[in-house]
């Protein structure tokens, strides 16, 4: 039995378990009176702090301000962590791991194949050694555009690295070229991007700062076109800040522009041929997703590479603006949808970016799709705090809705990525407790569409778990499943317990070998919000048996105790039932 990572109940003083429906627990306390209509207009977060305040001094501020004293941080949502460089050995994945990490993503913007191959099988031997099931992420390059300031496989901490910052003096001239034969340097940037003078224009933005940059002007330059040389191959600039280039690869956006690129490089279609599928990879990121037809496209060759290729996850990168004025169709297509927004900030003024973001949660939230938001602890790259921002983002996220958090440098070159991931995880465990998930329940089940009977018989069976739990102050919520997919649905409605999605594998034989199908599943898991994936063991069928398994890990783990409720999702033959059992060890 292979467990994703240990799991609690979040439960708060100020909460407790209840409060997904807005009516009563159903207890040996009933008193038998109708409950109180729910107001989606309360604030759950003014009642909680209200409750503290109640409380005195002693009981009320004093919880607030004073460090937790719980001894586990993992949290409902989940931790994606780029790996590689400074997270690429068997500790220090052992150490990303046991912090929380839930998904590796590997970047192929940057690193060959065998570079990434070499980590992966380094992830594979922390996870038998910790015995944490985690997913794999491949992030596609796309159309993107870089600065490539040393070979290929070289890091910023190895001896052939550049030692000296490019420096960028504000209001200097500054020429971007096609030849990357010339040398980077303060008067020339060679991109790697041929088409790059088709599509820019005199009066254009252009931003080029670190690999997963961190935005910040001391390390990243805003530059203004002013000429463009195609013959030449010549992009004439002029900075608009100071700043230091530094590292072994500079990022290059132009503001608003490189739609028509294609969106899967020749690259990027030999990395899914010859890594993904052969490594049966669980998650593809499509960087730069434009549209529907782009992630539709994506899935046709997927399809095409057999099984193992059709069973990956699409989660389309929303990082450009006309992405997100498609954003429907683009969540209809995919799998799930990554915020990208330290790329989308650039294409659009900053004081919208909060609106944009909590309008693709919302949308995803609805249609059941996870949602990823990306550059929340930048500062963690190189300090072992994050800002007062930073934190307050993180669970403005949680808040919002997201089913994870997704971490880039700092965990990629980060001093300190399994701390990041540690504060990561508290802030959003934290954010749980006065996450209002009563309103989020109703706004994906309004009445009028339970009426007009437009539920599917699996969205049917999560809601009525959910609602099930709430009532019975349950402790979790155990769901059977081959596929994972009644679990996800489970998720969609945001409970405040643990979701075990108990995947029962299938043994299939093709023409050669026997072919266990279903850790695919399971590991897919891992990208929603409260679900906890359980591989069981596939010649041991009998029901009761697997419930004790789940039950006696959740006992060791803290999450259940004599005499709790918990909410089991299962078949009984061809029909598919919601049932509450008491913990009976």
Request: hydrophobic share 40%; proline share 5%.
């Amino acid at each position: 039995l292979l467990c994703a990572t240990s799991f609690q109940p979040v439960a708060s003083p100020a909460l407790g378990r209840r409060g997904l429906i807005g009516e009563p627990c159903l207890n040996e306390h009933d008193d038998g009176k109708e409950p109180e209509e729910y107001d989606s207009t309360s604030n759950l977060i003014h009642k909680s702090v209200s409750n503290l305040a109640a409380a005195g001094s002693h009981g009320g501020l004093s919880q607030i301000v004073e460090a937790s004293s719980e001894k586990s941080h993992s949290s409902l949502t989940k931790v994606i962590c780029t790996v590689g460089v400074q997270s690429r050995t068997v500790p220090e994945l052992v150490a990303l791991l046991r912090a929380g990490m839930n998904v590796a993503r590997f970047d192929f913007s940057w690193g060959s194949m065998a570079y990434h191959t070499a980590t992966l099988e380094n992830l594979h031997t922390a996870m038998k050694q910790t015995k944490i099931l985690c997913a794999t992420m491949l992030d596609t390059r796309g159309p993107e555009i870089g600065v490539q300031l040393a070979p290929d496989d070289v890091t910023s901490f190895d001896a052939a690295a550049p030692k000296e910052p490019i420096v960028l003096e504000q209001g200097s001239r500054v020429t971007l070229t096609t030849d990357t034969r010339v040398k980077a340097s303060a008067k020339f940037l060679p991109v790697n991007n041929p088409a790059m003078t088709k599509f820019v224009q005199p009066g254009d933005d252009v931003f080029v700062g670190q690999y997963l940059f961190t935005g910040t002007e001391a390390s990243s330059v805003y530059l203004k076109v002013e000429e463009v040389d195609e013959a030449l191959g010549h992009i004439h600039c002029t900075c608009k800040n100071t700043a230091r280039l530094s590292g072994v690869l500079l990022t290059v956006q132009v503001s608003n522009k490189g739609d028509d690129l294609p969106t899967l490089s020749e690259f990027d279609i030999h990395v899914i041929k010859h890594w993904l599928v052969p490594h049966k990879i669980d998650f593809l990121s499509l960087s730069f997703t434009p549209d529907a037809a782009a992630v539709h496209e994506c899935r046709a060759l997927l399809r095409e590479l057999g099984p193992t290729g059709a069973n990956v996850n699409i989660i389309a990168k929303v990082e450009r603006l006309n992405a997100l004025k498609r954003i429907d169709e683009i969540i209809a297509a995919a799998d799930g949808v990554i915020l990208s927004r330290g790329n989308l900030g650039l294409d659009m003024p900053p004081e919208k970016v909060f609106l944009s973001q909590k309008m693709v949660l919302f949308k995803c939230n609805a249609a059941g799709k996870p949602v990823v938001l990306t550059r929340v602890v930048d500062t963690m790259t190189d300090t072992p705090r994050p800002t007062r921002a930073e934190a307050t983002d993180v669970a403005n996220a949680v808040l919002d809705g997201a089913d994870a958090i997704m971490l880039g440098a700092e965990t990629l070159r980060g001093m300190f990525a399994p701390e990041a991931v540690a504060t990561v995880r508290r802030i959003c465990r934290q954010a749980e407790k006065v996450f209002d998930f009563e309103n989020h329940y109703q706004q994906q089940l309004p009445s009028a569409m339970v009426d007009r009977g437009v539920l599917s018989q699996s969205e049917a069976l999560a809601s009525s778990a959910v609602r099930a739990a709430s009532k019975v102050n349950a402790a979790m919520i155990v769901v059977f499943t081959r596929s994972g997919h009644t679990a996800r649905l489970v998720s969609k409605y945001r409970p405040n317990v643990p979701i075990v999605s108990l995947v029962i594998p299938r043994i299939q034989q093709d023409s050669i070998r026997w072919i266990l199908q279903g850790e695919q599943a399971a590991r897919q898991g891992l990208i929603n919000r409260g679900v906890v994936p359980l591989l069981a063991n596939p010649t041991h069928s009998d029901m009761t048996g697997l419930l004790r398994v789940v039950f006696d890990f959740a006992k060791r783990n803290g999450t259940v105790k004599e005499g709790d409720q918990v909410v089991v999702i299962q078949k009984v033959g061809t029909t598919s039932v919601v049932k509450v059992m008491a913990m009976d060890f």
